[in-house]
C-alpha cells in the first residue's frame, strides 16, 4: 500500500519568511510524528499526534515551530520567520497506534533550506 | 552521556562475512528497539524491532536485545555491497511512550 508522503520535497527560502510542511500517513495509522535530520544533530523529536489526544510538542525547539493535525489525518508543520539554522530535513512517521509496539515508518521528507 | 550510542565507523566488511552493529542505551525504562536503514539521501527504512530478551532473526538480519546490560546490536550475514548505508539505532521509553530517540548511527561499508 502507499506509503507516508511528504510535500514538497525541497523546500528553498529566504531567511524570515514562513514555511509549510505537509504530511500525509499511511491509511489507518493513528499516530503521527515529526523528527527532523540535520548534519551535527542527527535525527530529533519534534512533535506527536495520538486521534484526538492532546499533541506531545517536547521537541519543538522554539515558539516559531508549530503543527497542526486536520482530521485526524493529514498534517502540517509550519516555522514561521525560518533561520539558517532550521536549514534541514524534516521527517515524517507514522504507526498504527502510539504503543510501544507500534512501529514507525518515515516518508521521504522535505530538505529545507534557509538562504 | 548520549541517551543512544553507537559507534559511527565506518564499518568495512568484506563481501559475505557478517557485520556486528552495537548501541548502547542509558535509559533502563526503555522498553522497544529499533534498528533502521538509511541510505544517503534517503529516509530511514525499518528493518527490524524487537521488544525482548534474546535474539529475534528475519532473514539475513539478526537482532540481539539485552536489557541488563542496556545493549542491542544487529547482525548482517552474508554481507552484500547494497548493505553499505547508516544504520541508525532507535530506543522507545516506557510502555507508552511515543518518541524514538535515535543514536548517531552506523555507516557500513561492505566492499566487493
Known amino acids: 500500500g502507499a506509503g507516508v508522503s511528504q510535500s514538497p520535497s525541497n523546500k528553498v527560502t529566504e531567511k524570515g519568511k514562513d514555511v509549510e510542511l505537509r504530511c500525509d500517513p499511511i491509511s489507518g495509522h493513528t499516530a503521527l510524528y515529526w523528527y527532523r535530520q540535520s548534519l551535527g544533530q542527527g535525527l530529533e523529536f519534534l512533535i506527536y499526534f495520538q486521534g484526538n489526544s492532546a499533541p506531545d510538542k517536547s521537541g519543538l525547539p522554539s515558539d516559531r515551530f508549530s503543527a497542526e493535525r486536520t482530521g485526524g489525518s493529514v498534517s502540517t508543520l509550519t516555522i514561521q520567520r525560518t533561520q539558517q539554522e532550521d536549514s534541514a530535513v524534516y521527517l515524517c512517521?507514522?504507526?498504527?497506534?502510539?504503543?510501544?509496539?507500534?512501529?514507525?515508518?518515515f516518508g521521504p521528507g522535505t530538505r529545507l533550506t534557509v538562504t | 552521556q548520549k541517551e543512544v550510542e553507537q559507534n559511527s565507523g565506518p564499518l568495512s566488511v568484506p563481501e559475505g562475512a557478517i557485520a556486528s552493529l552495537n548501541c548502547t542505551y542509558s535509559d533502563r525504562g526503555s522498553q522497544s528497539f529499533f534498528w533502521y536503514r538509511q541510505y544517503s539521501g534517503k529516509s530511514p527504512e525499518l528493518i527490524m524491532f524487537i521488544y525482548s530478551n534474546g535474539d529475534k532473526e528475519d532473514g539475513r538480519f539478526t537482532a540481539q536485545l539485552n536489557k541488563a546490560s542496556q545493549y542491542v546490536s544487529l547482525l548482517i550475514r552474508d554481507s552484500q555491497p547494497s548493505d553499505s548505508a547508516t544504520y541508525l539505532c532507535?530506543?522507545?521509553?516506557?510502555?507508552?511512550?511515543?518518541?524514538?530517540?535515535f543514536g548517531g548511527g552506523t555507516r557500513v561499508l561492505v566492499k566487493p
Open positions: 512517521a507514522s504507526s498504527r497506534g502510539g504503543g510501544a509496539d507500534h512501529e514507525q515508518y
Open positions: 532507535a530506543v522507545r521509553v516506557g510502555a507508552a511512550g511515543n518518541k524514538l530517540t
